[in-house]
């Protein structure tokens, strides 16, 4: 796999400053009594994990009082992306939320959006050109490496697992992948990845599964990049295959994904599968429309511990917001302070 060139710069430095500057910053204020109005555009309705994004939007849109344009919906398609994010500028908000799911191509779409004094906000995914405000998403090499320690702990290092990728295209599925090879090739050299390509694609990665379920009827273990396209086609070929075995049976196949979605930690509990890193949706939606709300306003940040239990890292073309994704399996999967435990609550 190809390494892409990391684009972090290290800054020393310390402690978030959070500092009005609607002057010096060059914001035009509103009128008396109107709040700024922010846009926000969500990447796909296909997947449990950013309808869950979408409901904390419209709670936190409402509890941060925010003055929000109807928002867009881009179906996980680029042109479509594209048309809506133009559409709401068109509108003149101080701030856009995003998620871009084809990080690579940006550039023209940002500067756009700078030239019109329109901060721009990433939700989970980190524009590889152009502006941006924030990024606001979790560590996704951690995540892969995170569910490299777990099936490779769970496997005792021996072993064959398959990779349901996201797509390669996309920054996350290329730093998830990357984050558990490297760790699978440092840690557990006795474990065969086979890795496989899906596009963030359900029935893709179901046939593909299937395929290699066919080709190696001693699979071990498999790993899910999102549970929230992934995790139904995997468990329904599973079953249909007599292969969906609770964790202690012979035969059983370790399954660690990432997201978080109650379906997951349903999963857990009911044995079907072992582990996934959950993705914070609330925090996403919480802190995305929070620093769209400092930008509309002018405020600017510096990179450095916050006072949320994440850190704010420079990056080329702007400022990061990491936030905490933590491993759940059996030992916590109760845990309230789990956004999917309290989805529903």
Partial sequence: ??????????????????????????????????????????????????????????????????????PTD???????????????????????VMAP?????????????????????????????GEVYMVVRADNRAYGSKACEFLGQQLRGKGKVAELQGSLSSINGYERSDGFAVCMKRNFPGI??????????GDVASAKLQSTLAANPDLGGVYLQ?????????????????????PGQPGHITIVSNDGIPAELDAIR?????????QPADLYAKYALMYARAAAAGKTFQPGPTDHQSTIKALANGLEDELPAPLVTKDNVDDKTLWGNSLYG
């Fill in 1 to 70: 796999m190809k390494r892409r060139t990391t684009r972090r710069t290290c800054l020393c430095g310390a402690a978030v400053l959070l500092t009005g500057c609607l002057g010096a910053c060059g914001s035009s204020a509103e009128p008396s009594g109107a709040p700024p109005l922010i846009g926000i555009d969500t990447p796909r309705t296909d997947s449990d994990f950013w309808k869950a994004y979408a409901k904390y939007v419209r709670l936190e849109s409402a509890g941060q009082g925010l003055n929000m344009l109807p």
């Fill in 74 to 96: 881009s179906n996980g398609d680029e042109a479509t992306f594209t048309a809506n994010i133009q559409s709401l500028a068109a509108r003149h908000p101080k701030a856009i």
């Fill in 101 to 129: 799911q084809n990080t690579r191509t940006l550039r023209p779409l940002l500067d756009s959006l700078g030239n019109q004094r329109i901060r721009a906000i990433s939700v989970d995914t980190e524009p590889e050109g």
């Fill in 192 to 201: 065969e990845v086979i890795e496989l390509a899906t596009e963030w694609k």
């Fill in 226 to 246: 999102a549970g929230g396209v992934f995790l139904q086609p995997t468990l329904a070929l599973l079953q249909q295959k007599g292969l969906l075995k609770p």
């Fill in 270 to 278: 009911k044995g079907q599968i072992d582990a996934t890193v959950s």
